[in-house]
């Protein structure tokens, strides 16, 4: 089996293509950066290119010749262009699905979308499974995940090539070092909006998503969408007990959600606040039952072993 990892040099991509060498496998990663912590070896190629050029993307894929890939690549956040973001996130994704398609070595396109395609509303189930419509309304990060799936399963593909969608709730643990996100606010600021008290997240560990990847990537026969996420949620009053926390309006916050995205101070779109209001919470027993798959860690003993473990860079503020 060879693997081609899109986004190889992030978060995911580090982590996957790490287990899969392993396990043995031979990987190939493609990332406009390369990561000076994954050598080259005869288990890894590197190729520096970007989603959006087709043309060296082409080349790649007929190089490798790759039986699985593994599409992690995305904006997110950190270009704040929406016509850019639209073009490496749809775009982008649109040449990785036709080069699948093309490239007759390829079975498999196991994509990496969101919990966030769910949205955030106060007519949110407890659990969302995979039947429910998705509506992450102006959010773009959510938006375009909606958009890629509905390339995923509309193109008229190869009948022997099969597509996966994997919505992925939030992922932490000993690897995790992301600054400017929920995350690093959680665990970093000492005083928190009142509504964070009670409020339900879910956190998938490191351990038990790459677990779950390493199962789907050698799974002949799946195809479709997936929740990938933990099988329990926490509150954050009871995980972060040493948080002070004041109560005053969430949509207070708007303004200066505002001034510190536009100062990329802060990786949160203003749009986004809904989420920290509602829960968004994603039912993982679709993939959970199809491998009995039974986990490693709760959400809140993953948030634990991030907080034991905290690789986030010194001084961060949030």
């Given amino acids: 089996m060879s693997i081609l990892i899109t986004g190889s040099s992030g ?6 293509a790490g287990d899969l060498i ?22 890894f190629r590197f190729f520096r290119c970007c989603i959006t050029d087709r043309g060296s993307l082409g080349r790649i894929f007929q190089e490798v010749r790759p039986t699985v890939v593994i599409h992690f690549a995305c904006s997110f956040n950190k270009v704040r262009n929406r ?38 509303s106060k007519g949110n189930g407890t ?12 959010y773009r990060y959510g938006l375009n995940k909606k958009l890629i799936e509905h390339d995923l399963f509309t193109f008229m593909k190869r009948a022997d090539l099969h597509v996966i969608s994997l919505r992925i709730c939030t992922v932490v ?13 959680l665990l970093t600021l000492p005083l928190l909006p009142g509504s964070f008290r009670d409020k339900k997240v879910q956190f998938l560990h490191e351990a038990d998503f790459i677990n779950l990847m390493r199962i789907v990537t050698e799974d002949p026969e799946i195809e479709g969408v997936y929740n990938l996420a933990a099988d ?24 200066m959600l505002w001034v510190l995205w536009s100062l990329r101070i802060l990786n949160l779109q203003p749009c986004s606040l809904s989420y920290s209001l509602y829960p968004v919470l994603i039912d ?8 009995n798959y039974n986990y490693s860690y709760s959400s809140s003993e993953a948030l634990s072993d991030t907080i034991r473990n905290n690789k986030l860079p010194a001084g961060t503020l949030f």
Avoid: H
């Fill in 11 to 16: 978060y995911f991509g580090r982590l996957v």
């Fill in 22 to 43: 392993c396990a043995g496998l031979s990987v190939a990663g493609v990332d406009i950066n390369e990561n000076p912590d994954m050598k080259v070896s005869d288990q």
């Fill in 83 to 120: 016509k850019r973001e639209y073009e490496i996130d749809v775009a982008g994704s649109r040449n990785v699905l036709e080069l699948c398609n093309e490239t007759l070595s390829v079975k498999k396109l196991v994509y990496s979308s969101s919990a966030a395609i769910y949205g955030a």
């Fill in 127 to 138: 659990w969302l499974s995979e039947t429910d419509g998705v509506n992450p309304g102006k």
């Fill in 173 to 185: 643990g000993p690897e995790y070092c992301k600054p400017r996100s929920v995350v690093s606010i």
């Fill in 232 to 255: 329990s949620c926490s509150v954050v009053g009871e995980m972060l007990p040493g948080k002070r926390y004041l109560d005053f309006p969430v949509q207070a916050l708007k303004p």
């Fill in 284 to 291: 993982p027993s679709r993939l959970r039952s199809r491998y």
